[in-house]
């Protein structure tokens, strides 16, 4: 195995991104081998890893939201990382029910104008929904047509063949044999995540950027989704397979927000915030902090937000900046108030 990993490290230092060398190596079997120590972010030990030293957060509060999004991806500054590169959009499509329950349309389509304007390379919305098949959430949603009148390309993880399932192990993980996950999410150039900001009544107690990568898992065929809602490690389990990627922007849509119930229906306030980062960590805690700002149910509001499970997990695995200290909000004039407020509750 040294000597494959030494090929690995080789080809890599020489030019070859991963999915290029995942397209020359001969052999599937090879490329099942390699799978989990290719893909985006993962590491051989999650101890290795170097926390980030501080990590910048946009909040934005406006009430356009083309115009929010605009503001929060220019802040953070990363035209130059995305030049030229093939991009994954993963949205939150668990149902087609209207926003926050699911990523609005809107969002996306500001997001893919954004991204042609940093002048990306060829724009694909990747997704799994459920518990409703995702080709019926997709037209619920009028995806199919959104794609065709804005030029991107659609991927149905539902129907990867399994071949392009790929099975991840994870070390020090609550997952009893590891997890398969769509290798769009290991091999893509930029993943631009796009989660909503809402709490979640079925035993995450939030869903945003972290929660989001469930849905690069599958449901169908294979036991993970009943795994994971049966475990008293649920949340733990979320933040676990955040182990195998890592997204480049996060553009999280607080135009609205479930404060209570959730994922699909909920206590609806409005907060008109567009919330953007690098750091799942970053961006989750931020999110927690908005929801104790505008009043959340008792999983919020009587836990710290680093000691909520999802991040307190994602910490310890190395995933994003360990102390509020490190978040840098920076954002627009309108959001001065609601920036002191999540200070207060981070």
């Not at 070859?16 to 599937?28: D, K, P, Q, V, Y």
């Not at 290719?38 to 009430?63: H, N, Q, Y």
């Not at 990867?160 to 044999?177: A, F, G, I, T």
Request: hydrophobic share 35%; proline share 5%.
């Amino acid at each position: 195995m040294s000597d494959i990993k030494d090929t690995v490290e080789s080809l890599l230092n020489r030019g070859f991104n991963r999915r290029s060398f995942l397209r020359t190596i001969s052999g599937a079997s090879l490329a099942w081998a390699l799978g989990p120590r290719l893909a985006r972010g993962a590491s051989g030990s999650t101890a290795d890893r170097d926390l980030p030293t501080e990590t910048k957060v946009s909040v934005i509060k406006t009430d356009s939201r083309r115009k929010g999004i605009g503001e929060a991806i220019a802040s953070l500054e990363l035209e130059e990382e995305f030049t030229g590169k093939e991009v994954l959009v993963k949205p939150n499509f668990n149902t087609a029910d209207p926003f926050p329950a699911s990523t609005h349309n809107d969002t996306l389509i500001g997001i893919i104008e954004e991204l042609r304007e940093m002048g990306t390379g060829q724009i694909t919305l990747g997704e799994r929904s459920g518990p409703p098949p995702t080709h019926e959430v997709f037209e619920d949603k009028g995806i199919y047509e959104l794609a065709e009148d804005h030029d991107f390309k659609l991927v149905n993880f539902d129907r990867l063949p399994e071949e392009d399932l790929l099975v991840q192990r994870p070390e020090n993980s609550h997952w009893k044999d590891g997890f398969r996950v769509a290798r769009p999410m290991l091999e893509s150039e930029k993943i631009v995540s796009t989660p909503c900001l809402k709490t979640h009544q079925f035993g995450g107690e939030f869903t945003m950027s972290l929660k989001l990568s469930v849905g690069i898992v599958p449901r169908e065929g294979y036991n993970y989704m009943s795994e994971l809602h049966s475990s008293t490690h649920m949340r733990e389990m979320i933040a676990e397979i955040n182990q195998v990627y890592s997204p480049d922007l996060i553009v999280m849509d607080a135009m609205e927000v479930f404060t209570d119930g959730g994922p699909s229906h909920g206590e609806k306030k409005t907060a008109n915030l567009i919330v953007a980062g690098t750091d799942r960590v970053a961006v989750d805690a931020v999110g927690v902090a908005v929801l104790k700002h505008l009043g959340s149910n008792r999983e919020i509001m009587g836990t710290d937000t680093f000691e909520q499970e999802q991040i307190r997990r994602a910490v310890e695995i190395g995933l994003g900046v360990d102390d509020p200290a490190k978040i840098d909000l920076v954002g627009n004039g309108p959001a001065r108030e609601t920036i002191e407020a999540i200070r207060s509750n981070l």
